[in-house]
């Protein structure tokens, strides 16, 4: 499809940390290799160790067993494939969108919320703990295999987009703030529409997904879904539609018509706010998102994640499985706080000797942990390993 003048432009981006500051133009001439800027931080995402630990980070259960629920690696996938359908729609740069979509969950620690939970607590006297600005930490400092500079050097727009995918963020922590200090990321403006299309391609995905994941744990189930009249509806003409399919399929058929429903919703809403935006410099300079959910669209999936919250988020089990997973965290924090021979050599070597940092630099080693590798640390430090984290 023919480029938006909205889109954000690889040829014309906003450079790099290490190689080009803002407004930086690179030539077509001089790219090595077939392949652009932006599809370029995509490829350097994928292959990056933080990317692959996903594989063994919660989504919404907490260490499952079974091989057929999502992890933040599986959904970080769903959540690229709904953004490049709407960015492809709208004419956005789908590499753009891809690369925010696969990195805007590299920040999250182990045991998803609950463990973020636990590093806050930890963290309240050394400036906190945010995912979101881990994420941005964690590819412009921490993730580092190359010889010449720190972090994967990203282009400005994908580091634009992972740190304000929500919106302009006012009041950074200590984070993002010193990486907007060193590399200024214009944190005050709406980011481009690739990254707005990430977020709401991330509230697509887990809405309908966990749905999906809730009813094959038995967390939720048919009756529980009727509750809501927008899936009641559905449910109703799936039915109409096949008649005679067994009720598995049903379900999976609802929760795919629910995402066909929202992105298509995205697609018409955000093209009524954008025909009149000429350039990503307009869209940054609106002052409002652009693109989203309509009006009746954003209700719906407001009482959609109430009814989740209420059904599957807050389930007993689920508290009682993010409460022994914070436990398992806060005792980690505590472990290597006391003795820093607990880590591993290569993270002892770069433990500064005074706060913050050092609780900073303990909270990063911490924070790129998989579920297995947290149990299996906390099991190898006390001596027993942490039971019943595993609810499906």
Same mark, same amino acid.
């Given at each position: 499809?023919?480029? +938006?003048?909205?889109?954000?432009?690889?040829?014309?981006?906003?450079?790099?940390?290490?190689?080009?500051?803002?407004?930086?133009?690179?030539?077509?001439?001089?790219?090595?290799?077939?392949?652009?800027?932006?599809?370029?931080?995509?490829?350097?995402?994928?292959?990056?160790?933080?990317?692959?630990?996903?594989?063994?980070?919660? $989504?919404?259960?907490?260490?499952?067993?079974?091989?057929?629920?999502?992890? #933040?690696? &599986?959904?970080?996938?769903?959540?690229?494939?709904?953004?490049?359908?709407?960015?492809?729609?709208?004419?956005?740069?789908?590499?753009? &969108?891809?690369?925010?979509?696969?990195?805007? !969950?590299?920040?999250?620690?182990?045991?998803?919320?609950?463990?973020?939970?636990?590093?806050?607590?930890?963290?309240?006297?050394?400036?906190?703990?945010?995912?979101?600005? $881990?994420?941005?930490?964690?590819?412009?400092?921490?993730?580092?295999?190359?010889?010449?500079?720190?972090?994967?050097?990203?282009?400005?727009?994908?580091?634009?987009?992972?740190?304000?995918?929500?919106?302009?963020? &006012?009041?950074?922590?200590?984070?993002?703030?010193?990486?907007?200090?060193?590399?200024?990321?214009?944190?005050?403006?709406?980011?481009?529409?690739?990254?707005?299309? +990430?977020?709401?391609?991330?509230?697509?995905?887990?809405?309908?997904?966990?749905? !999906? !994941?809730?009813? #094959?744990?038995?967390?939720?189930?048919?009756?529980?879904?009727?509750?809501?009249?927008?899936? +009641?509806?559905?449910?109703?003409?799936?039915?109409?539609?096949?008649?005679?399919?067994?009720?598995?399929?049903?379900?999976?058929?609802?929760?795919?018509?629910?995402?066909?429903?929202?992105?298509?919703?995205?697609?018409?809403?955000?093209?009524?706010?954008?025909?009149?935006?000429?350039?990503?410099?307009?869209?940054?300079? +609106?002052?409002?998102?652009?693109?989203?959910?309509?009006?009746?669209?954003?209700?719906?999936? #407001?009482?959609?994640? #109430?009814?989740?919250?209420?059904?599957?988020?807050?389930?007993? !089990?689920?508290?009682?499985?993010?409460?022994?997973?914070?436990?398992?965290?806060?005792?980690?924090?505590?472990?290597?706080?006391?003795?820093?021979?607990?880590?591993?050599?290569?993270?002892?070597?770069?433990?500064?000797?005074?706060?913050?940092?050092?609780?900073?630099?303990?909270?990063?080693?911490?924070?790129?942990?998989?579920?297995?590798?947290?149990?299996?640390?906390?099991?190898?430090?006390?001596?027993?390993?942490?039971?019943?984290?595993?609810?499906?």
């Amino acid at each position: 499809m023919r480029r +938006a003048p909205y889109a954000a432009d690889p040829y014309a981006h906003g450079g790099r940390e290490w190689t080009g500051r803002a407004g930086d133009e690179v030539p077509r001439d001089e790219q090595r290799g077939p392949r652009t800027d932006f599809q370029r931080d995509r490829d350097r995402i994928i292959h990056s160790m933080s990317f692959r630990r996903l594989k063994s980070k919660t $989504q919404v259960f907490i260490a499952p067993e079974g091989d057929h629920y999502r992890t #933040r690696l &599986t959904h970080s996938l769903e959540v690229a494939q709904i953004g490049r359908v709407i960015a492809r729609a709208l004419g956005l740069d789908e590499d753009l &969108t891809e690369a925010l979509c696969l990195a805007h !969950d590299l920040g999250h620690p182990p045991f998803g919320h609950a463990g973020e939970a636990a590093l806050s607590a930890a963290m309240l006297r050394h400036g906190g703990f945010c995912h979101n600005a $881990q994420a941005l930490r964690t590819v412009m400092r921490l993730e580092s295999p190359y010889p010449g500079h720190e972090g994967l050097n990203l282009t400005w727009d994908l580091l634009e987009g992972l740190a304000k995918h929500n919106g302009p963020v &006012t009041a950074p922590n200590w984070a993002l703030a010193e990486l907007d200090e060193a590399y200024p990321l214009d944190l005050g403006t709406w980011p481009s529409l690739e990254a707005q299309v +990430a977020a709401v391609s991330d509230d697509i995905a887990y809405d309908n997904h966990d749905i !999906d !994941d809730g009813l #094959r744990a038995g967390f939720l189930d048919l009756e529980d879904l009727m509750q809501l009249d927008s899936l +009641a509806d559905q449910w109703r003409s799936v039915e109409k539609r096949f008649p005679d399919a067994p009720r598995e399929r049903l379900l999976r058929e609802l929760v795919r018509d629910q995402i066909g429903l929202m992105v298509n919703d995205v697609i018409e809403h955000t093209r009524a706010h954008v025909k009149d935006i000429a350039s990503v410099a307009e869209v940054r300079a +609106a002052g409002r998102q652009l693109a989203g959910f309509s009006p009746a669209m954003a209700a719906s999936e #407001r009482h959609l994640k #109430r009814f989740m919250y209420d059904k599957l988020y807050y389930h007993p !089990d689920q508290i009682a499985a993010a409460e022994r997973a914070r436990d398992v965290v806060a005792r980690l924090v505590a472990a290597y706080s006391q003795d820093s021979k607990l880590m591993p050599a290569e993270w002892r070597a770069r433990l500064p000797e005074r706060e913050p940092h050092r609780s900073r630099v303990i909270t990063d080693f911490i924070a790129g942990m998989s579920d297995r590798f947290a149990i299996r640390a906390c099991a190898e430090i006390y001596g027993e390993r942490p039971l019943g984290l595993s609810n499906v």
